[in-house]
């Protein structure tokens, strides 16, 4: 791996991240919540939306360790009370994040199959390849049904109340350390089982232009 690679992963990180929070805000600002926009989340600039351990570190870590990549950012301020659809409008939300990943790996393999890019060599093959497999690898990731995570939210939405009361309480006192925990020691296992799932979505991709 050389320094050229590093700095196109990070790039990726950066721009998938940033898409990913602003599709957050936009939704709930079209839900009728202007929080993430009084707050500035509705805007392209990273340093709004990146945190440096799970926008960086974490994804790059797992890059450099031929992991899949997964990782977050800062979460886009929200008051529920504001959305229309209450908890499924928290469900749409929570789900733009993830379409969006879908969004840009499905344009990005496209893009990449038909200019041939994604099967060259050397540094553009790498940029295509990381484009989708790190998207897809947010996407999958993201939807894990664990607060704080998008996947909580659509599971909110439809669980009965006990289990909303113990998620809530989960997300209050143990939140993003609950996945740390997950990426840290289980990380092996949650590899293989993002990698089968966005190598599944590689191959529905493929068999689109086949």
């Known amino acids: 791996m050389n320094i050229a690679e590093i700095l196109i992963v990070f790039g990726i990180i950066l721009f998938s991240m940033v898409l990913h929070e602003m599709a957050h805000a936009y939704v709930a600002y079209f ?5 993430a926009k009084d707050e500035g989340r509705l805007s392209p600039n990273p340093l709004v ?4 351990w799970m926008s960086i570190v974490v994804p790059l870590m797992l890059f ?6 997964f990782g977050g950012a800062k979460p886009v301020p929200i008051n529920s009370r504001n959305l229309k659809g209450g908890a499924f409008g928290m469900a749409l939300v929570a789900l733009a994040g993830p379409a969006m990943n879908f969004i840009i ?3 990005g393999f496209m893009i990449g199959h038909f200019t041939g890019g994604i099967y060259t060599t050397g540094l553009v093959q790498t940029f295509y390849l990381e484009l989708v497999l790190a998207n897809l690898g947010f996407m999958v990731f993201n939807l894990l049904p664990i607060p704080p995570l998008d996947g909580s939210r659509v599971l909110y939405a439809i669980a009965p109340d006990g289990i909303r009361e113990v ?3 989960m997300e209050q006192t143990i939140g993003i350390i609950l996945v740390l925990i997950l990426v840290v020691f289980f990380g092996t296992y949650l590899s293989q089982f993002t990698s089968n799932i966005v190598m599944n979505i590689l191959y529905f991709f ?3 232009v086949s």
């Open 105 to 107: 790996a499905f344009v």
């Open 167 to 169: 998620m809530e309480r």
């Open 206 to 208: 493929i068999s689109l």
């Open 49 to 52: 939306h990146i945190d440096p």
């Open 64 to 69: 450099i360790s031929g992991g899949p990549i």
């Open 31 to 35: 839900l009728g919540d202007t929080t």
